[in-house]
């Protein structure tokens, strides 16, 4: 393989300019968007999505995420006059537990759907994005001890709406698979962390751009801990870090040396109101970004509903 300085990149007439840049972004900036159990950032975590559930409990779930970006950076550094993204999502998230030859699973499927507002050219776009099929699986499932370890595989599929003549879009047009694994422990008698790390691949998507390019992505990785304190049976306390590594991007064979270094913090709680009824906010927003819209707010908000 060529060093990296010598890869192909794009310049001369080529180049792209920040606006054009940041519409390349539009794919990964939705992922960014879905904190589903997960970020085009990889897969967000709410903290405790790996604490198992028991064998026949069904969760319904509803997301609703806003977030603002008005700031884009290449390379570390803040781009003048550059365009702005705001995003609100929305996930349908379907769960049920079950246990297979011994071991607990979660099949599951989630339909995201929002809109996202861009200015300076970015325009608009509202609909259904990708769909996303998950199924965790528990190699360590310790209630009492409080003490877990899961692996799970999400499958993205290219169902949400596409139009590659608009410079920002909901779906992708391409296939997504991501593999993430998690370990939690009890530290204390009110104290718990989770640890995470994923990996994202991606597939192609073959109708890039009003000049139907073809998008190329590298692998992308994701770092997540939090810790959790419990402050009754039904409310908690967390707090939590992210770090996001790779998916350096390419259009038309033309490397556009965006890969992403993005780290961000967060902080929230969750509250059981009613015996099965669940309510968690989470704020945050990006601390250090190398490429791509810096977040400078993020509200999450989930309602669980258990069966």
């Keep these: 393989m060529l060093p990296y300085s010598q890869r192909t990149r794009p310049t001369g007439p080529s180049s792209l300019d920040s606006l054009t840049w940041a519409t390349a972004w539009g794919l990964v900036l939705l992922a960014g968007g879905l904190s589903v159990t997960g970020s085009a950032r990889a897969l967000d975590l709410d903290a405790g999505d790996y604490v198992a559930a028991p064998a026949g409990t069904t969760l319904g779930l509803l997301y609703l995420q806003g977030a603002e970006r008005d700031r884009l950076y290449r390379a570390g550094h803040r781009q003048a006059d550059s365009p702005g993204l705001d995003s609100e999502i929305g996930i349908l998230r379907l769960v049920h537990y079950t246990d297979v030859a011994g071991y607990r699973v979660a099949p599951q499927l989630l339909v995201p759907f929002g809109r996202l507002d861009g200015n300076r050219g970015l ?16 190699l360590i499932n310790e209630p009492a001890r409080r003490r877990y370890l899961g692996i799970t595989p999400y499958l993205f599929l290219p169902l949400g709406e596409y139009d590659s003549d608009e410079p920002l879009n909901l779906g992708e047009n391409r296939w997504k698979a991501n593999l993430q694994v998690a370990y939690v422990d009890a530290l204390s008698e009110r104290l718990s962390l989770d640890l995470a790390a994923d990996v994202m691949f991606y597939g192609r998507n073959n ?8 998008q190329r992505q590298k692998p992308s990785y994701q770092y997540q801990g939090f810790l959790r304190y419990q402050l009754t049976p039904t409310a908690d306390l967390r707090a939590g870090l992210s770090w996001l590594d790779g998916g350096e991007n ?18 929230g709680f ?36 258990m069966f």
């Design 123 to 138: 325009d608009d776009a509202s609909g259904l994005a990708d769909p996303i099929l998950a199924m965790p699986l528990w």
């Design 250 to 267: 390419s259009v038309d064979k033309l490397w556009l040396d965006d890969r992403q270094e993005t780290g961000k913090w967060s902080l």
């Design 270 to 305: 969750s509250w059981f109101f009613l015996p099965r009824t669940q309510v968690a906010a989470t704020y945050g927003r990006d601390f250090a970004v190398e490429n791509g819209f810096r977040e400078e707010h993020r509200l999450n908000i989930r309602l669980m509903q």
């Design 207 to 214: 109708h890039y751009g009003s000049g139907r390019w073809t």
